[in-house]
């Protein structure tokens, strides 16, 4: 599924705040298609500044980053809109329209496809209707397609962002701490979804997480953020634990 010409790369990116704040320095590495990355480091290390930074969402500061082959810092307008089309972005509070159902939640993640007024009023494609209910059986909730969304547990809600996303055909899913807020089993049950996403589908996948156990369980390659560098990168099958515990413990013995 690899391919020799890499899906994301980071060229000597920088990132630094208005108030000085350092949020990335010197970052380059490359990122394979298809492949499922675990980038781990504590709170503050970066994690979530990299991750927006391939859908723009955060502005670089200097270097550079391609999405397959083309560098992205001057997307504007519609290049910028069909960047974050196939780029799908999954977050720790789930973002989800409570009082709306499963099934208008999910669609929301088609309405890059439409005009403006057609989303207001609701007015999707049967296509797109039946592309929802296939999206939620991919992820094991087809049964909740007209249940409200606040009336869902925390992991059937992140499974449901998972399927919103998925409307978007995305190559490129970013996970921000995306089991954070949620209990040991439903955890599982959505690092199992975007895996099996992964790999039936060919998706890349970048994922931040605080675990240890859970990066080395899904991940084919682990990165290690520490105040904005990049101070760890191996394949999991060279990954030590001790390796994931020094990435912490310095952190901490700096703090």
């Not at 208005?18 to 990122?31: C, W």
Request: aromatic share 6%; net charge positive; glycine share 8%.
């Amino acid at each position: 599924m690899e391919q020799a010409t890499p899906i994301i790369s980071f060229k000597g990116v920088n990132k630094v705040y208005n108030n000085g704040t350092v949020g990335l320095k010197d970052i380059s590495f490359d990122i394979p298609r298809g492949q499922f990355l675990v980038v781990v480091g504590l709170s503050g290390a970066g994690k979530s500044t990299l991750l927006r930074t391939i859908n723009r969402m955060h502005e670089i500061t200097s270097g550079e980053i391609t999405v397959e082959d083309e560098a992205i810092g001057d997307y504007k307008g519609k290049a910028l809109r069909l960047l974050r089309r196939k780029i799908g972005m999954i977050f720790q509070g789930f973002n989800l329209i409570n009082r709306s159902s499963v099934e208008k939640n999910v669609l929301s993640g088609r309405v890059s496809y439409y005009a403006t007024w057609k989303t207001i009023l609701g007015l999707f494609s049967k296509a797109d209707k039946e592309k929802a209910v296939h999206a939620l059986e991919r992820v094991n909730l087809v049964e909740k397609l007209y249940t409200r969304a606040d009336e869902l547990s925390g992991g059937q809600q992140q499974r449901v962002a998972i399927a919103r996303t998925l409307m978007q055909d995305p190559k490129i899913i970013l996970a921000d701490e995306p089991v954070a807020s949620l209990d040991p089993l439903t955890t599982k049950t959505v690092m199992d979804t975007l895996k099996r996403l992964n790999q039936e589908d060919g998706i890349t996948v970048i994922v931040n997480l605080h675990s240890v156990a859970l990066a080395r369980e899904y991940a084919d390659r682990i990165i290690g953020l520490r105040a904005g560098q990049l101070v760890y990168d191996q394949p999991i099958a060279k990954v030590t634990v001790d390796d994931l515990d020094q990435i912490y413990q310095a952190e901490g013995e700096k703090a």
